[in-house]
């Protein structure tokens, strides 16, 4: 079974500053996905970022990047020039790939990280 | 393109009762996956459909089961229902042979009294 782990409740941040919020994964599987997911108060899960494991490359997608390190199994999400409707709950999450490569499966999340962004 | 919609939004039911929920994927997504999420527990999963088929299950009680129409549509249903059973219900749908990551609804908020 997996595990994420994200060990930071709560982060703050000031607007237009870098915020890294952290996780963990504990799996014996070589092939699997990696994600960010984003919750605001509208509690809608929004997509930030996804990770293929089998790929060294990091992640980016416009300000928000991953440090992703297969053999520490941490996978850290770095928000860049933080702004107002960053503000959110932010979830980890894990997903074992299928042979072929075919996307359905679970989820595994972590526990989540309350990011306040202040003005 | 419309997103993942979830009906009814919030929803109050009495212990003992049972409820449906209902999830209408993003056109062209064939796999649907249900997640409770409580401010104790945080976000588990309770089963995920592909084709009309029942591809993963999570750890809940038979109480709480599924459908995946051929529409893709997805219905969640619990019965005999706890004061536990309250939380946020969110459904997911993906693509089946991309995987681009699950696009979640805003899900439906079922309380129960």
């Known amino acids: 079974a997996q595990t994420v782990t994200q060990s930071q409740p709560e982060m703050s941040v000031q607007e237009a500053e870098t915020v890294t919020l952290s996780c963990t994964y504990d799996?014996?599987?070589?092939?699997?996905?990696l994600f960010w997911y984003k919750q605001p108060p509208s509690r809608q899960m929004i997509l930030v970022i996804r990770?293929?494991?089998?790929?060294?490359q990091n992640a980016t997608e416009n300000r928000f990047s991953v440090n992703f390190q297969k053999a520490a199994k941490s996978f850290s999400l770095k928000i860049s020039d933080s702004q107002l409707g960053d503000t959110a709950m932010y979830f980890c999450?894990?997903?074992?790939?299928?042979?072929?490569?075919?996307?359905?499966?679970?989820?595994?999340f972590g526990q989540g990280t309350i990011l306040t962004v202040h003005p | 393109k419309a997103g993942v919609t979830q009906t009814p939004r919030y929803l109050i039911k009495t212990r003992g009762q049972q409820v449906t929920l209902s999830c209408s994927p993003i056109?062209?997504?064939?796999?649907v996956s249900w997640y409770q999420q409580t401010p104790g527990q945080g976000l588990q999963f309770l089963f995920e459909?592909?084709?009309?088929?029942?591809?993963n299950k999570g750890n809940f009680p038979g109480r709480f089961s599924g459908r995946q129409f051929s529409n893709s549509r997805s219905e969640m249903n619990v019965s005999t229902l706890e004061l536990g059973d309250s939380a946020l219900y969110l459904c997911?749908?993906?693509?089946?042979?991309?995987?681009?990551?699950?696009?979640f609804g805003s899900g439906t908020r079922l309380t129960v009294v």
């Open positions: 997911a749908s993906s693509l089946v042979f991309r995987n681009y990551g699950y696009t």
């Open positions: 799996t014996s599987e070589n092939n699997y996905y």
């Open positions: 990770q293929e494991a089998y790929k060294q």
């Open positions: 999450a894990f997903m074992k790939r299928n042979a072929g490569g075919t996307s359905y499966g679970k989820l595994t």
């Open positions: 056109s062209g997504h064939r796999s």
């Open positions: 459909y592909f084709s009309e088929t029942q591809r």
